[in-house]
């Protein structure tokens, strides 16, 4: 077993963890769960009324895959090179209430000379937006 760091929206925990080729499991079933907000019973990972069943392919021997976790719960994971520490985004669906409409917040910038164009100017035509940043 490893040391393994999880960050996720609401703080950061650390594991004891197992890895493999394709996944990193976590000891300690019922924490990770708890740390995420989840409690894990019979039934499977609950919030609340909800109740999302976990299969063997996600929780064996009190130990908790945390690939399979991300997929469960629809959440993206991040997950360094070196496998000691992860980040497990906030729900898919969080990401569709702001961007699934794909329309950029309206903006108001000067070009060279000085004038002002905002992007609302352009609505319903197809526009280009680059971005560049130093760091």
């Known amino acids: 077993m490893e040391s393994f760091t999880l960050l996720y929206e ?3 925990s650390t594991f004891d963890a197992a890895m493999d080729t394709d996944d990193v499991w976590l000891s300690d ?13 019979p039934e499977g990972l609950c919030q609340g009324d909800i109740c999302i069943p976990v299969g063997d392919d996600i929780l064996r021997d009190e130990m908790l895959s945390l690939g399979g976790l991300a997929g469960l719960l629809d959440r993206p994971l991040a997950t360094s090179d070196d496998h000691a520490a992860a980040y497990l985004g906030p729900p898919m669906a969080r990401y569709e209430e702001t961007v699934g409409h794909l329309e950029a917040p ?7 000379d000085g004038n002002q164009h905002s992007l609302s100017e352009h609505r ?3 526009i280009l937006l680059a971005a560049w940043a130093s760091w």
């Open 106 to 112: 309206d903006f108001t910038l000067p070009d060279l």
């Open 29 to 41: 079933a019922h924490n990770v769960a708890n740390a995420l907000g989840w409690e894990l019973n």
């Open 10 to 12: 609401s703080g950061a």
């Open 124 to 126: 319903g035509s197809k």
